[in-house]
Each structure stands twice: as structure tokens, then as C-alpha cells.
């Protein structure tokens, strides 16, 4: 859910970062463009993750690298099955 993962970013970005020497974000998620991404039943636009970041934002993180690793599976896989059971796999 949208909300849900906007407050998890803005609560991180909140947090003093005074000791951190970077900050490392992961995501591993489905998406339908090069700028959305899912998170659950909702799409929101990747520079959602690290805009509440930017050294305008995140004072405490101001100076120090930020490093976003996102996976994203954009390819669609659909199983059918035949009345002999054999099992088809197509990728789109």
C-alpha cells in the first residue's frame, strides 16, 4: 500500500543520520516503466524513494553517499495448463 510505504520512507528520512556514514535502501518489486514501480496494489513513481533524501530534506544525510539498489521483474509470466497437463510457460 502506497501510504504505508511513503511513511516507512518519510520516517527513515526523519531520523537523525548524525552516525550513519551512508545510507543504503533496497528494493525488490514488480514495475511497468523505467519511473513506476509497485508496492502492493498500488504503483508510485521510483523518485518517491529517494526525494525525502536529498541533502534539502535529510540534513543529517547531507555529504554522504546514498545508494538505492532496486530489482524490478518487468517481465509478466502466465501458466496454463492442457487437459494432458503439460505445463506452459510465456513470457511477455
Known amino acids: 500500500m502506497f501510504i504505508i510505504s511513503s511513511f516507512v520512507i518519510f520516517s527513515v528520512a526523519a531520523e537523525d ?15 511497468e516503466t523505467s519511473k513506476f514501480l509497485y ?3 498500488s504503483l508510485y513513481n521510483v523518485e518517491d524513494l529517494w526525494l525525502p533524501f536529498t541533502a534539502d ?5 547531507a555529504g554522504k553517499p546514498k545508494i538505492f539498489i532496486i530489482q524490478v521483474i518487468e517481465s509478466l509470466f502466465f501458466f496454463s495448463f492442457s487437459s ?6 510465456f513470457f511477455m
Open 17 to 31: 543520520h548524525s552516525d550513519a556514514d551512508c545510507l543504503l535502501v533496497t528494493v525488490l518489486t514488480h514495475g
Open 39 to 41: 508496492a502492493q496494489d
Open 57 to 61: 530534506k535529510c540534513l543529517s544525510l
Open 84 to 89: 494432458s497437463l503439460s505445463l506452459s510457460l
